[in-house]
């Protein structure tokens, strides 16, 4: 497992089915492109993007697999079948919806498998908020990501990006954290660093140009 590297940034490569960008050779040219700019790691959306990129550059990947299921919330590698389909792929990291909401498995089950079939890849928890804390304290993933505040029922009025968020669980747990979700630019990040994240994450302020040119001429009126 190739370990993410403290105070860096780390670029999330994702283009959904109905973007522009969609197609896993573009996203490997776009992880390319992040690690001549300067990136120490890559998160990856889907199994053939995972291996696409790896083919193509060697950073510390995240891996994930959004996929919507009836009756539930979480979609960010929801099931154990993701989860394996992502780590075969290549991936160094699973990330994985660790929201306190109704899942179609128990996420011990799911952890308890990875530390069995893959004990030498790492595992992200997204999470939302505080509430989701005691039980990743017993589970104890490699990292907590911040990804998913502003996303939840209970969270969708915090402030976006949420570094309070960064600064209470840096204050509450030894899990390293990461910043990840709404962050737009190097301020943020910076603040989020300060605020006790062990590295940032950032997307579609990077590389989801239709976001991007929808911000600025926002920010033009």
Same mark, same amino acid.
């Given at each position: 497992?190739?370990?993410?590297? @403290?105070?860096?940034? !780390?670029?999330?490569? @994702?283009?959904? *089915? ?6 896993? @050779?573009?996203? +490997?040219?776009?992880?390319?492109a992040a690690k001549i700019g300067g990136a120490s790691g890559i ?6 993007? !995972?291996? +696409?990129?790896?083919?193509?550059? =060697? ?8 996929? &919507? ?12 079948? &993701? ?7 290549? +991936? ?12 179609? =498995? ?20 997204? !999470? *939302? ?15 907590? /990501? ?21 600064? &209470?669980? /840096?204050?509450?747990?030894? !899990?390293?954290?990461?910043? =990840? ?5 190097? &301020?943020?990040?910076?603040? +989020?660093? =300060?605020a006790g994240a062990y590295a940032v994450v950032i997307g579609a ?17």
């Open positions: 497992m190739k370990k993410l590297k @403290q105070n860096s940034l !780390i670029v999330s490569c @994702q283009a959904l *089915s109905d973007e522009p960008l969609h197609g896993s @050779q573009i996203m +490997a040219k776009m992880a390319k998160r990856a959306n889907s199994p053939t993007d !995972i291996k +696409a990129i790896k083919d193509k550059v =060697e950073l510390p990947l995240i891996g994930l697999w959004k996929n &919507e299921l009836a009756d539930y919330n979480v979609y960010i590698t929801p099931r154990y079948k &993701e989860v394996e389909a992502v780590l075969k792929a290549g +991936a160094d990291y699973v990330a994985i919806d660790c929201t306190d909401r109704k899942r179609p =498995e128990p996420l011990k089950d799911i952890f308890d498998k990875i530390n069995k079939n893959y004990p030498e890849r790492g595992i992200i928890a997204d !999470i *939302s908020s505080i509430k989701d804390l005691p039980l990743m304290e017993e589970l104890k993933p490699d990292y907590i /990501s911040t990804t998913l505040s502003g996303y939840t029922n209970n969270t969708k009025n915090r402030k976006r990006p949420d570094i309070e968020l960064v600064k &209470e669980l /840096s204050n509450l747990t030894k !899990i390293p954290i990461l910043a =990840e979700g709404n962050y737009k630019n190097g &301020e943020q990040a910076k603040k +989020a660093l =300060e302020a990077i590389t989801r140009p239709q976001v991007i040119t929808k911000r600025i001429i926002e920010d033009m009126q």
